[in-house]
């Protein structure tokens, strides 16, 4: 199996990827199976699997009194990937978390991805856990993703975190990490953001994917700045197509984006959710033809597991 970064090098045209999420508890594997099976005929060059850490909720015990639990609603990240490695003959890159790992975890979950053939990692900070107003980081673990990629990077060269070990095997995972053209939420402004970024790509980051836009004029910008901070390995657009009216309100709240106008007035104008549908597809046609005219080296799809709109505009793309 191959590397993310070797694909986008050897790659001649735009290359097509997407991200899922693992089904929740309960649910079955061959549902997703079923689900993604349209894109595949797109040949994506990666599947991106994201990750849940544990939320912490309040449950009714026998005795009527509540207690709190800690449960993870979609676990299975990592052995999602091996299974659609194993049925598709694909790439998966697992999200790897700082929150909730201690670093021994990480070593642990490494080393499980490591045996297992796959060789991709997005590394991530991510978000405050949902009974917290910042993201506090776990004890033993690590505050940024630029730490994150420190350790797999280590790994790489072969120094785990015991230091006497007797001649380890280095891993040799490629590293992604992730960039916001309209800023991380919690960044003071975007020079700021992008020192921070700078830092993810010295500690050993291959490639950036960013955070969904609707203006391309942002990921351009985007680009550029990175690019004149110094900031060299590839930037992957994330796109996501929208599908229902309310989405107008949900995106820009969870993700920190804003939508055109122009785009705006087209959804507001939708009289149900099927014709929202049909303008989120022909914005998101418009837009990748346009990143694929600026020779974006990747188009990454927010698919949550939907193929529907996905491969619509991949039919018209590719
Ligand atoms: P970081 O790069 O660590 O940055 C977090 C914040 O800290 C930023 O504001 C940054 O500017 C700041 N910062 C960084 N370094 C420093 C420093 N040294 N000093 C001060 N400030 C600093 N979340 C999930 O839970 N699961 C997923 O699977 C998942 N997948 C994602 C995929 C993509 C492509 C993207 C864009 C996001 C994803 N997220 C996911 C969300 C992500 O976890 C959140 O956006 C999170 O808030 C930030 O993660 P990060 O890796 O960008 O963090």
Known sequence: MAKVIDHLKQAEKTLFSFEIL???TGESIQTLFNNITPLMEFKPKFIDVTYHREEKLMKKTPSGLYEQRSVRKRPGTISICAALMHKFHVDTVPHILCGGFTKEETEYALIDLNFLGIDNILALRGDAMKSDT???????GHKYAADLVTQIHNMNKGTYLDDELMNPTPTKFCIGVAGYPEKHFESPNIK????HMKQKVAAGADYIVTQMFFDNKKFFDFVE????????VPIIPGLKPIT?????????????????????DAVLKCKNDEEVKQVGI???INQCRELIKNKVPCLHFYSMGKATSITKIASALY
């Open 22 to 24: 693992p089904p929740t």
């Open 225 to 232: 700045r990175c690019r004149a901070e110094g900031i060299n």
């Open 282 to 284: 022909e914005w998101s």
């Open 134 to 140: 910042s993201f506090i980081p776990t004890s033993g």
């Open 244 to 264: 229902r009216k309310s989405q107008l309100y949900d995106i820009p709240s969870r993700f920190f984006i804003d939508f055109p106008v122009d785009f705006t």
């Open 192 to 195: 700021t953001d992008l020192l």
